[in-house]
């Protein structure tokens, strides 16, 4: 079996703060933010061909678990990143809203590829031009099919926005705003 040494485990930086012998200070919303950044707890919403780009993304050579996101989750009541890769029929646009209404905040999304994004080539009566229509969006993977690398760093993005995102960020009048702008309390 083959071992892995201490020094090839790779540790997260610790996040800006003090430090003086003995000691290290930083802020809570630091603290938080690196918790939450490095075991994120996906939802695949995996419609079409993008959702096989996420399945070799989950695979050994690629690897999420390297970024703590393995533990996917099929209950959005347990998620905290809605994954939307693939096509989205207009039918299918209410289902998805209920998805994202049913997590608990805080939740991001991140929208895989150009059907998920824009529609894509699918610009018809019946497809979805884009999910930011009925559920707002944090982070675009552009691509038809993006690769697992740009599908990772979608992910890097995300852990940097969670990283760095204020605890209040969810009370404030502009985030209500914005959610208010979709029709969601
Ligand atoms: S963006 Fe391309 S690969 Fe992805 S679901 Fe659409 S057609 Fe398929």
Redesign the pocket.
């Known amino acids: 079996m083959e071992t892995v040494a201490l020094n090839d485990v790779k540790v997260v930086a610790a996040p800006e703060g003090i430090h003086g012998a003995g000691f290290f200070a930083t802020s809570l919303d630091k603290v938080v933010g690196l918790a939450r950044s490095n075991s994120i707890w996906p939802l695949p919403f995996a419609t079409?061909?993008?959702g096989i780009e996420f399945m070799a993304t989950m695979g050994a050579h690629y690897d999420l678990a390297r970024f703590g996101s393995e533990r996917l989750s099929f209950s959005p009541r347990q998620a905290d990143l809605l994954m939307v890769m693939?096509?989205i029929a207009k039918k299918m646009g209410p289902v998805l809203r209920q998805v994202y209404e049913q997590m608990a905040e805080p939740r991001w999304v991140l929208s895989v590829?150009?059907?998920a994004s824009s529609g894509?080539?699918f610009d018809t009566y019946s497809v979805l031009q884009g999910i930011d229509r009925v559920i707002p969006v944090d982070v675009y993977v552009p691509g038809?099919?993006p690769r697992p690398e740009q599908i990772i760093d979608g992910i890097l993005k995300i852990q940097h926005l969670i990283q760095n995102e204020s605890l209040r960020r969810r009370d404030s009048p502009e985030y209500k705003a914005m959610l208010n702008k979709y029709g969601i309390e």
């Open positions: 079409s061909c993008c693939g096509t590829g150009a059907c894509g080539i038809c099919p």
